[in-house]
């Protein structure tokens, strides 16, 4: 890293910090811990068929993959049908304790067996089976988010988890706890055809981009469909410890000379500059 003009890390914690300690130009990214919201005016075919695609894709390892589900109350049971019908699996409680055991060691870090598989030979570690045509697996994690809930952080595996919601205020919270426990400054998304609630999340959710009715993790990267920079470097601002919130690409790789010209002087009186504030004394 020390003999280029600049290097890109996009990765864990320890290359990004060895990039920015490198002495030279770097664009770190930072983990994700992608959450959907989906409320009652989504439609849920349309949900669970992306969230599918989104958490199947590279067998859910990337960042941007569906890690985190919260569901309206009312729709919740009609949700969890809609993704068993894409191909998830309920565990239940015993099978998600053999879960976590599997997932993370005693130190709190994943496991390298059970990252980046099909939910069959996660299951397998673990100790339990799961049938051949499961694409993704799903624990119930309702109250269940923090540094000690493991199934609140990132899973870098075909695996979500699953919460409800019984007013868009309780779904807001829902989402600031679990960024506080992982992935601030990296993506979330939300099913809904209600405005103020997506506009709602967007002011509270402390991410860079959010992406509305759409495969997470295809859409975060850029498609044909939402006008997103194509990219899978996603910059996740100092909400993430990262220089940049953008989707880096090649704009973030070159070097441009501004060209100034005389104009004619505009100067806005103190007035204008200040507004409201403009001959108010200071106490």
């Known amino acids: 890293?020390?003999?280029?003009?600049?290097?890109?890390?996009?990765?864990?914690?320890?290359?990004?910090?060895?990039?920015?300690s490198s002495g030279r130009p770097a664009y770190g990214v930072g983990a994700g811990n992608s959450s959907?919201?989906?409320?009652?005016?989504?439609?849920?075919?349309?949900?669970?068929?992306?969230?599918?695609?989104?958490?199947?894709?590279?067998?859910g390892s990337g960042c941007s993959a569906d890690g985190n589900i919260i569901i309206q109350k009312s729709i919740y049971d009609d949700m969890v049908n809609a993704l068993q019908a894409e191909g998830g699996y309920l565990c239940s409680?015993?099978?998600?304790?053999?879960?976590?055991?599997?997932?993370?060691?005693?130190?709190?870090?994943r496991t390298f067996p059970t990252i980046a598989c099909k939910p069959q030979q996660t299951a397998d570690v673990a100790g339990f089976s799961v049938p051949e045509d499961r694409k993704f697996?799903?624990?119930?994690?309702?109250?269940?988010?923090?540094?000690?809930?493991?199934?609140?952080?990132?899973?870098?595996?075909?695996?979500?988890?699953l919460y409800h919601f019984e007013t868009f205020d309780d779904a807001l919270e829902t989402v600031r706890q679990i960024y506080e426990t992982g992935g601030k400054g990296h993506s979330c998304g939300i099913y809904?055809?209600?405005n103020d609630h997506i506009d709602a999340l967007a002011r509270v959710a402390p991410v860079s981009?959010?992406?509305?009715?759409?495969?997470?993790?295809?859409?975060?990267?850029?498609?044909?469909?939402?006008?997103?920079?194509?990219?899978?470097?996603l910059g996740c601002g100092i909400w993430?410890?990262?220089?940049t919130n953008e989707n880096v690409t090649m704009k973030h790789m070159m070097n441009y000379t501004w060209v100034s010209r005389p104009i004619p002087e505009d100067r806005?009186?103190?007035?204008?500059?200040?507004g409201e504030f403009f001959g108010q004394e200071v106490a």
């Open 93 to 109: 409680a015993e099978e998600k304790a053999l879960l976590e055991k599997a997932m993370w060691d005693e130190k709190g870090n």
């Open 192 to 194: 809904s055809h209600n």
């Open 268 to 274: 806005p009186s103190e007035a204008e500059l200040f």
């Open 1 to 20: 890293m020390e003999i280029c003009d600049l290097t890109l890390a996009t990765g864990g914690k320890p290359m990004v910090k060895a990039a920015y």
């Open 209 to 233: 981009r959010m992406m509305v009715r759409q495969p997470q993790s295809k859409a975060n990267a850029g498609a044909w469909t939402n006008g997103m920079p194509m990219t899978s470097s």
């Open 240 to 243: 993430g410890g990262n220089i």
């Open 36 to 59: 959907i919201v989906i409320d009652e005016t989504a439609d849920l075919d349309i949900a669970a068929q992306n969230t599918r695609i989104s958490k199947t894709s590279d067998f």
């Open 137 to 161: 697996l799903m624990v119930e994690n309702q109250g269940q988010i923090g540094p000690d809930h493991k199934f609140s952080k990132e899973k870098l595996t075909t695996l979500m988890a």
